[in-house]
């Protein structure tokens, strides 16, 4: 289910998995526009710290909820109430509920009674009563943070890829004294990896029966997740650019689509 157009994510920070937040934004927005992005929680406690780089990085909206009783957090009657008045303005299609904590069951019933899609976000620990209240539960444990890859030479030696053996070839008549060195480009050069994960994310979600994913499907995908990618940034001026680039990682292939357009798809081969 990729069409969603209107995505209400609902973090429970105690009862989730900080390291992997990004991770599942990035997998969440395979099924369509995340448009609201709140996560709860008393972020006075030491122990939701590490979330606060997370919050600015990712731009979630953080709701302090203060624990009125010690020992137990209120964060869950926090997510029920916004949830409930986010309903009644029915403007979302699915709502994302990010915990383990099965006392989420009760509301994932209800919103799923409206109608709207639920999607469930926890680890395997989460009890199977909550799993089976939502459309779609996504097990933690199975979402991957990227990966950093690194090239290696014929021997099988690690190698470090600089930006100018990874980017484009140059076209022809450019003036060489534009380009930069290895240092340079690898200290103002964002680093392709992450690209490189939501590219097989896309191709994981997307592909269809021969295995081939549209490259106009994944680029509306990353845009989702990465706003501010740009191919240029990487030296390149578009996906396929970046496709060609790697031909140890992806198989590309071409044919005609409507009028004089021409469709571009690929596979992962890693």
């Known amino acids: 289910m990729d069409s969603l157009e209107r ?9 989730t998995q900080v390291g992997k937040i990004g991770a ?17 929680g008393n972020w006075k406690k030491d122990a939701l ?23 137990k957090n209120a964060s869950d009657m926090a997510v029920v109430i916004d949830a409930m008045d986010m309903l009644y303005r029915d403007i979302y299609d699915c709502f994302v509920l990010v915990s383990s904590d099965s006392d989420y069951t009760p509301l994932a ?9 639920v999607i469930g976000v926890g680890e395997k620990k989460t009890p199977v009563s909550f799993r089976n209240a939502c459309d779609e539960f996504v097990f933690l444990e199975n979402i991957e943070s990227t ?30 004294s534009k380009k930069k060195t290895a240092e340079e480009s690898e200290s103002d ?35 989702r997740a990465m706003p501010e990618f740009d191919a240029k940034n990487y030296g390149y001026s578009k996906i396929p650019e970046i496709l060609a680039a790697f ?24």
């Open 49 to 71: 710290r590490p979330w606060e780089e997370q919050i600015k990085t990712l731009a979630i909206d953080a709701k302090q909820q203060f624990d009125y009783v010690s020992g």
């Open 7 to 15: 995505i209400a994510m609902l973090i429970d920070a105690d009862n």
């Open 147 to 176: 990966k950093k890859r690194v090239s290696k030479t014929s021997d099988g030696t690690k190698k470090k890829k600089t930006v100018t053996e990874a980017a484009a070839p140059e076209k022809a008549g450019k003036s060489k």
């Open 247 to 270: 031909p140890d990682r992806y198989e590309m292939t071409r044919h005609p689509g409507k009028g004089t357009t021409t469709i571009i798809a690929y596979r992962c081969l890693d």
């Open 109 to 117: 019933i209800r919103l799923h009674d409206s109608g709207v899609y």
């Open 24 to 40: 599942v934004i990035r997998q969440i927005s395979t099924k369509g526009r995340i448009v609201v992005k709140r996560a709860y």
């Open 189 to 223: 050069t964002p680093d392709i990896e992450e690209v490189h994960s939501l590219l097989h994310i896309a191709w994981n979600s997307y592909q269809d029966d021969d295995g081939y994913v549209n490259v106009s499907s994944a680029g509306t995908y990353i845009k």
